[in-house]
């Protein structure tokens, strides 16, 4: 097994742990992330909605999480994975069930450079959102306020901490 898959799977058994300090060990510094809700630039944007993720899903419904993660391929510059998340969404407190294929970049050290996770969105603003994301997941504007939301939270929390950390 190469060493970077390796590090993928480390990187999954971390997150299914819910433990985003595990997963931090894994990016590179420069790390950029891509996914649906996220366009992040950075260990501490990246790291942060990791952790905030993670944050939420330990307070509000860990009992309903779940990650099953397989087909994890990696060489020395790039890797892939399928991943399965089952959590209850905190806004509205559906269940969802994300199947997610990530896409992965290593540098020389082995770190995740880049991390795109693609996923069926309508499909998972149907389940997460209900009604309104069945009607609206199909929209370009929709997509972008869920966008628009994800980063106010994130800033919101990383803001938070931040306060926490000079407090």
Known sequence: MHPNQTTLNNFYAAFS????????????DDVQFEDE???L???AEVVGMWRMLCAATEAGN???????????????TT???????????AATRRMVHNRVLARFHFDAEGRIVTHQDRFNFWRWSWMALGVPG????????FRKQ???????????FLASKAAAETA
């Open 17 to 28: 742990r819910l433990d985003a300090e595990g997963m931090a060990a894994c990016y590179a």
């Open 37 to 39: 809700a996220f366009s």
């Open 134 to 141: 069945g009607v609206l997941g199909w929209s370009p504007m």
């Open 41 to 43: 630039r950075g260990k």
């Open 146 to 156: 869920v966008r628009k939301q994800a980063r106010a939270n994130l800033d919101r």
């Open 79 to 89: 890797g892939q994975a399928r991943w399965e998340a089952h959590y209850r969404f």
């Open 62 to 76: 860990r009992a309903d999480w779940r990650l099953d993660w397989g087909d994890v391929e990696a060489d020395a």
